[in-house]
């Protein structure tokens, strides 16, 4: 009871659960990273993989995190130049 | 065959050298052969925080270099006869000793000793990958605030790359008070976030200042309670299972006996 009165007085703005959700969202971000080692590693992966199916303009292949408030997305722009035909 | 932990932090200035000096006289107290290795090159510390900062001949880098044998670098403790001090370089860089020196060094020791400890450089950089080279489990410093937190979440990524697995988590200069006014994350929060188990919580306390002024480490204190949080981390790398100290409030006590399944009061 007492600590539900203390909240209503000072809101729910302890500065812990700042820390906590501040904290939470940095470390989305931090995990959310890889190494320009792995990066150009995992570029090198998906080139060979498309390569399968297209004919990529490889240069021009751009990999990297989008990173919003809470959330990251790993996103590529991957021009093609062509699509294979099925018996290319 | 002995083991060699690391004591690691990403932040600076968290409590990696109060650690491995108190760990090393606390496991020595308890007849282990210890040796403590100062891997922090350039910025020489645990010599002074144990008081033994004028005995110092040669250092790492000349044990690594071949200017000396490690006999003639490692020093003797005050008090205790099984516990040894091989001191950093004051001089040289960060990066004097390779991780392949390292490793060997580590090899060597294990053959003498029960426990090297060696007390590493704050940060992710070379220095740090040097000196987690050969160690056999890492214990990782943080201080319940958001930076060295965050810190100690790469570091534990930094330590899987590098093959040292299953870190231990120590809570250091927590502050009881500000954990009941809600203004420090507790114990729980932290562990929540970094997801690695803990093997200690340390108060902040005035007497481990005092202690390092004195070049006495605070676990030979028996009345100091940052000094029985020690002792307790000592029984715990021991492997025994202690009780963690009643720091914070009962709930908070209660949800950490369950999480690691340890009974009721003792
Ligand atoms: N639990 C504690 N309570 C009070 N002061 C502390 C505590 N732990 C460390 N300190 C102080 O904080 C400073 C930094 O500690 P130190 O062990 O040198 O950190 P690091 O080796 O990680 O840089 C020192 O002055 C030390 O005395
Ligand atoms: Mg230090």
């Keep these: 009871m007492l ?42 992966d998906l080139i060979e993989v498309l390569s399968k199916y297209m004919e990529i303009d490889e240069p021009g292949l751009e990999v990297d995190f989008d990173r919003s408030e809470d959330a990251v997305a790993l996103v590529a722009n991957i021009p093609v ?8 | 065959m002995g083991e060699a932990i690391v004591i690691t932090s990403g932040k600076g200035g ?8 108190n760990l090393g006289t606390g496991l020595a107290h308890n007849k282990h052969k210890i040796c403590l290795v100062d891997a922090d090159i350039g910025l020489r510390n645990l010599d002074v925080v144990l008081g033994l900062e004028n005995r110092i001949v040669y250092d790492l880098v000349d044990v690594v270099e071949g200017r000396c044998r490690l006999r003639q670098a490692l020093i003797k403790d005050k008090r205790y006869d099984s516990l040894f001090l091989l001191p950093a370089a004051q001089t040289k860089e960060k990066d004097a000793v390779s991780p392949e020196q390292m490793a060997e060094l580590m090899g060597t020791l294990k053959s003498e000793f029960d426990f090297i400890i060696v007390d590493c450089p704050a940060g992710i950089e070379q220095g740090f990958k040097n000196a987690i080279s050969g160690a056999d489990r890492a214990v990782i410093v943080t201080t319940p605030e958001v930076s060295a ?65 004195r070049g006495e480490p605070v676990v030979l204190d ?35 006996r369950t999480l690691f399944g340890i009974g009721g009061k003792r």
């Design chain 1, 3 to 44: 600590d539900f009165i203390m909240k209503l007085f000072r809101g729910s703005d302890n500065s812990k659960d700042q820390a906590k959700e501040r904290l939470r969202l940095v470390l989305v971000h931090d995990r959310a990273s890889l190494s320009p080692g792995l990066l150009e590693s995992l570029r090198g």
């Design chain 1, 81 to 88: 130049k062509r699509v294979k035909r099925e018996n290319d």
């Design chain 2, 14 to 21: 968290v409590g990696k050298t109060t650690t491995t000096a």
């Design chain 2, 149 to 213: 937190v965050r810190d100690a979440d790469r570091i534990i990524g930094l330590l899987e790359a590098a093959e040292v697995y299953d870190p231990q988590l120590i809570i250091n200069r927590l502050r009881p008070d500000m954990v009941r006014r809600g203004d420090m994350m507790d114990i729980q929060d932290i562990i929540d976030i970094l997801a690695i188990p803990l093997v200690g919580v340390v108060p902040d306390d005035e007497s481990i200042i005092v202690s390092s002024n």
């Design chain 2, 222 to 256: 028996q009345r100091s309670r940052p000094g029985q949080a020690y002792r307790n981390i000592v029984r715990r790398l021991e492997g025994l299972e202690v009780p963690f100290m009643d720091l914070e409030q009962k709930t908070v006590m209660h949800r950490l």
